[in-house]
Structure formats: C-alpha cells, structure tokens
C-alpha cells in the first residue's frame, strides 16, 4: 500500500467514504479466479512436461545426426592418415598385387581440370552476376537468367558428364582432360553466378551513384568501382565453387575417364587424353579386391577432404575480410 | 615529413591561368563510349547464354535419345529387363529405385534435418553453456563468457562444412564402415521379422538401406541450413507475442514458429529432394546395381543416375541412345523437382519481404 498517491485533503465526510472504498478493495482478492497451479512451471504439470520432454528429443536427434557426419571424418583420419607419406604425392597409382604407389599424377589431373574449369567459368559467371545487378528490377530477362541459374544448382553432376560426353567426348573422338573441364565448369557456374550477384548489390548504392555522377561511364564503374569493392565476395564464390567442383565425381567417370600416367608424360603437356582425378581414383579403387589399394582410396579421400576444405575456409576467409562500409 | 614546395604568389596565379578543368573531367570518349556499349552487350550476351545453357543441355541429350526413344518409345519407362546382348532394354526398377531410395531418404534427412535447425535456431547449446558456466559464476567473464556464442557458431559452420565433404567420399565410408557394422543387425531383423516385407530378405553387402542412410546424412546439412535460416527470419515479435500469451517454449515453435517457416522448410526439402535424386557416386558405390523392382530395405536395386555411371564408360554403339534416353527420364524427374523448389523458395522469399 506504500506506493498509493498521497490522499488528496478533503471534507471529513469525502475523505471517509474514500478510506471505506480503499479498504473495501483491499479485501477483495486481485487474483481470485487465477489458478496458480496452472501457472506453476513443474514437470508433473503435462504442458510443460511436453517442453521437456521434446526439448531432449531434439537434443538426441542433433546429437544422433552430427555421430555420423562426425564419424566420415574419424575415419578418414584414421584409415587415411596411416597411409601418407610423401610416396603417395610423387608416385604412380600400382599395378593390382603391386605394394606401394601414389596418385601424384591424380592430384595434378585434378588441379588443371578444375584450372581450366575456373578460366572458362569465371569471366561467364562474374558477367553474369554483373548483369543481374545492375539490371532494373522488373527486368524479365534477369529474372529469367536468375531463375534458371537456381535451376542449375541442383541440376544432376551425372548429366553435366553426360552432356560433356555427347557433346565433347563424340565430337572430338576420345576422353580429354578438357571434355572434363567442361562438364565440371557447368557444376561451377550457378554458383559463381549467384554469389557474384548478391557480392555485387550489397556494394552501398552512393558508391556506384557517386563514379556515375563524376561522369564515369556504365563500364568504367563496373570495372574501377562495383568490380573491386565486390572482390571479396565474388572470390568468396569461386573458391566454393572450386571446392564443390574439386570433389565432383560422376562428371569425370565418362569424360576424363582415368589414366595411370602423367598428364604431361611424352614431354608435353596433352590435355587432349585421358586424364587421372583423385575423385575417381577413390571411386575406382573402392572397389577392387586388393588391400592396397583399398589403403590408398582411403588415403585419397583423406588428401580430397582436405584439399576441399582448406579452399572452403580460404574462401570464407575473404568474405570475412571484408571492410564494413 | 615532405616539405611542402614554396611557390610565390605570382606563380600560383600563373598556374591558376594554365589549369584546364577539361583535362580532369570530361565526357567520356567516343573510345570509351564505345567500350562502355560493348561491355553492355557482353553481359547481356553472357548472362543469356545462361539461358541458352539449359536449353543447350535438354536439346543435347534429348537429340542424342531419338533413335532410341523410336525403338523403344514409352515401353522402355514400362520394361524390366536390360540386357544389351539381346538388345532388350527398361528402366522400371531404376525410376522405381530412383524414387524409392531418396523418398526414404528424404523422410530420414528431413525429420533429422528439422530437429538440428531447431536446436540451431533455439541456441539449446548456448543456453546448456551458458548454464554450466554459471555453476562457477563465469557466464560474464570476459573469454568464457563468449563461449556459448562461439561454440554455436562452430556447430553452426561445422555442419555446413561437412556439405562440402565429397560424395564419393561418403560412398567410400559407406562400403567400408556402415555395411559391415549393419549388416549383423539387418540379419537379425530379417530372421525375426522376415514376414514383413521391408525386411524380406538378407543384407549380404550393397543394398537400399546402407544407400539409404549414407543418402539421408549428405542431404541434412542442406535440409538444416535451410531450415534454419528460415526459422532465424521468423519476425522476432511473433515469438515474443506467443511467449506473451503464456505459451510454452514448444507450443511457441509448434504452434508459430514452425508454420510461419514452413514455405522456406519446404522449398528446402524440395531441394533437398532434387539432390537426392541426382545423386550418383555414392548410391553407385552402395545400392548394388541389381537390375530388381523390390520394397525390401535389404535387397540390391539401381538408380537411374548409378546406371548411367556404371554403363557410360563401357557402352558400345548401340547402348549409347538408351542410356541417353535414360538420362533424358532423369533430366525431367529433377529438372521439375528443382523448378518447383526453386519456385516455393522465391515465393518465401518474396512474403518474409512483404513482412
């Protein structure tokens, strides 16, 4: 009752009748009606119990989901790390029954295939994203393109090697480092797209309206101004893009095929032959009944996972670089 | 420090008279007008071709299916058998496979999927941590204090991480750990419970549910990082309302949460589901390629996206057209899948922007 307005002085009958009504209200109960067992926050009452108990549901379920996902990398530091050694980088695969060997000729025919991606992905993809920036925002065309290269995410990497055999592979009349490239760089272009896109409009708008404004042409701010302030993000989307297309598996099964030589063995570099990945390799040694080969796939699978996600985190590296502006 | 360079006032009046603001700025050249319309045209020329590429990539293979498709026409979706020595070929148990294999793992991956995006988005870990750290009186201490916030992101970051772990990788774990380690197990349900016909017959290595489960754990990151965007941009103040009103944590989330970011969920199960039916390796690796139209979790079958990968690099002359065709069934399954889920997704875009 301390917090009550000071009574205001009135006539001796005023003031009474206000202190019986204070008084008549203070008797009256404020919470009659309210059941505070309801209220209470118990586990023997059944809607808060319910909490509970799906709260421990979720948690087992996370717990259950992230064993395995946690488990594919155990196991590939286990079974894989026992087999590395410098050998494994610089030798040939082995002949079945033979001990020993490598994939360096793997590593190598995955690192040009990707090379070759990123060169004819990259200018496509940025310009791409270029485009979808700075088009109006009603624009049919753009919304075309942006629809389609979301439809591209999730197009199959079998069929990209599909597309590259029926189209590279006949045409050229054998399996080629390039036919591969070609079907990996399909995989990488959604991405590069996308990500160069939004990089590119969260560039501040007064930027781009202050080089239009000191008389620069369209071209000239995209190329000094919008281009270099998006760097981060758009590298941020070509190193994921590279990372995705580093593991890729299928896309090569029919178009590089495998080879158990060097890339540039005869002397000269040929990317016109069968070329070796080290995706393939995996997928070519799981298979076969020989322990050591089995030892390498595993050790392969251990260089891949890693190979893919040091570029994985160098890309989000430079999105995190980025000045805020 | 560069000494600044004295100049008499004559001098700087000589020189105000030299200075010719058109050397600075200008409109730009007739060269540079030129090379500005050019780079115009170049990105329009590009971002259409990516247009051109879709249309480039169903034109290819369906061109390279006709001669197939006018042997076999619709029966070949219908026919069981394939069997290149007698030139008899169906793909029934491989659509049949296909569906079946990443609709199961679909059901798996999404109901994981969903419960990690809520632990995600409901911070239960930071709040454990937080929790424990009050037990020593450290939840404001300076480096531990920021440790809830730091492990979720972790989690966070991890998950997407393991999205980027290859296929074929998963495939290799699958061969080598999951399929000895179920197989006593899928035994012993099959001798117990044999009647059942998900469990008619033995595990005896590959099968559809060592596929199953591999598939299912590679598509969860996807599901979950899309889940979980789209219940961290449920409006904050429709959270506050049901806590307001005296819901309870899980009534809040099964009762606001979770239907206001049900299109987003949805668009990423969708996705979720496109990827599954695409993917090869690791199916390829683990579900058999036995050419059988089968319910049973334990019996070998075969995915469309596995029969290309196993016959491409051997196919003779004549089973280049059938494989095409194949693929060409393939291409339509996922190309409609992925166009509906991109569709859901930009219509849950555009409402959260219309809030």
Request: aromatic residues 10%.
């Amino acid at each position: 009752m301390s917090d009550l307005k000071p009574v205001p002085i009135k006539g001796p009958e005023e003031s009474s009748d206000f202190i019986h009504k204070m008084e008549a209200q203070a008797e009256k109960n404020p919470f009659e009606g309210v059941s505070f067992e309801d209220l209470e926050v118990s586990l023997y009452r059944p809607r808060t119990a319910f909490s509970a108990i799906l709260t421990w549901i979720v948690t087992f379920m996370t717990i259950a989901a992230l064993v395995p996902l946690f488990a594919v990398l155990w196991m590939l530091i286990w079974r894989g790390g026992k087999k590395l050694s410098l050998e494994l980088f610089t030798a040939l695969p082995p002949a079945p029954l033979e001990q020993g060997g490598g994939f360096g000729n793997a590593i190598l025919g995955t690192v040009v295939m990707v090379a070759v991606a990123t060169l004819i992905t990259v200018p496509l993809g940025v310009l791409t994203g270029v485009f979808l920036a700075q088009a109006p925002n009603n624009s049919k065309l753009a919304g075309a393109v942006r629809f389609s290269s979301k439809v591209l995410t999730g197009f199959p990497s079998i069929l990209a090697g599909v597309f590259a055999y029926g189209a590279i592979v006949l045409v050229t009349g054998g399996y080629s480092a390039i036919a591969g490239a070609v079907a990996l760089s399909i995989l990488m272009l959604p991405t590069i797209i996308l990500t160069s896109e939004s990089a590119i409009s969260m560039v501040p708008a007064r930027m781009k309206e202050a080089s239009i404004g000191m008389g620069a042409t369209g071209a000239q701010t995209v190329w000094m101004v919008l281009l270099p302030t998006a760097a981060p993000g758009i590298l941020t989307g070509v190193m994921l893009a590279i990372a995705r297309a580093a593991g890729e598996t299928a896309p090569l099964l029919f178009t590089a095929l495998f080879s158990n030589y060097w890339l540039n063995s005869g002397g000269h570099f040929n990317l016109m032959q069968p070329t070796a990945s080290l995706a393939v390799l995996i997928y070519n040694f799981s298979g076969m009944p020989f322990k050591n080969q089995v030892e390498l796939a595993w050790a392969a699978a251990l260089v891949l996972v890693v190979l893919v996600l040091i570029t994985n985190l160098i890309g989000q590296s430079f999105s995190r670089q980025q000045v805020q502006l | 420090m560069a000494s600044i360079p004295k100049i008499t006032r004559l001098q700087a009046q000589e020189e105000a008279k030299a200075w010719n603001p058109q050397a600075i700025w200008q409109p730009p050249s007739s060269t540079q007008r030129f090379f500005d319309r050019l780079f115009r045209r170049m990105t329009y020329v590009f971002a259409g071709f990516t247009i051109v590429l879709i249309a480039l990539l169903v034109v290819e293979i369906a061109i390279k299916a006709i001669p197939a498709f006018r042997e076999y026409g619709f029966s070949f979706l219908a026919g069981r058998v394939w069997d290149p020595n007698k030139g008899v070929f169906g793909i029934l148990p491989e659509i049949w496979g296909t569906l079946y294999t990443s609709l199961l793992a679909l059901f798996f991956g999404t109901l994981f999927g969903v419960a990690a995006a809520l632990f995600l988005s409901e911070s239960y870990l930071g709040e454990a941590v937080f929790r424990f750290l009050k037990l020593f009186d450290l939840h404001f201490h300076p480096f531990w204090g920021k440790l809830p916030e730091r492990l979720e992101a972790l989690l966070k970051n991890l998950i997407e991480l393991l999205a980027a772990v290859p296929s074929v990788v998963y495939g290799l774990w699958g061969l080598f750990v999951v399929i000895p380690l179920i197989r006593p197990y899928c035994n012993w349900l099959h001798t117990h419970m044999g009647w059942f016909p998900l469990f008619s017959t033995d595990l005896s290595g590959p099968g559809i549910f060592p596929a199953v489960f591999v598939l299912s754990i590679m598509i969860l990151p996807t599901i979950t990082a899309i889940s979980r965007d789209a219940l961290v941009s449920v409006p904050p103040k429709l959270r506050m309302a049901a806590y307001g009103l005296g819901a309870t944590r899980w009534e809040t989330i099964l009762g606001v949460l979770l239907p206001t970011a049900s299109r987003g969920i949805f668009g990423g199960v969708v996705l979720a589901f496109g990827r599954a039916l695409g993917e090869t390796m690791a199916l390829a690796m683990l579900v058999g390629n036995a050419n059988r139209l089968t319910v049973s979790l334990f019996s070998p079958a075969d995915t469309l996206a596995a029969l290309l990968a196993n016959n491409f690099p051997e196919a003779g002359a004549k089973e280049i057209p059938v494989l095409m065709y194949a693929a060409l069934v393939l291409l339509a399954i996922t190309l409609v899948v992925n166009m509906f889920g991109a569709l859901v997704l930009e219509r849950a875009a555009g409402k959260a922007a219309a809030k």
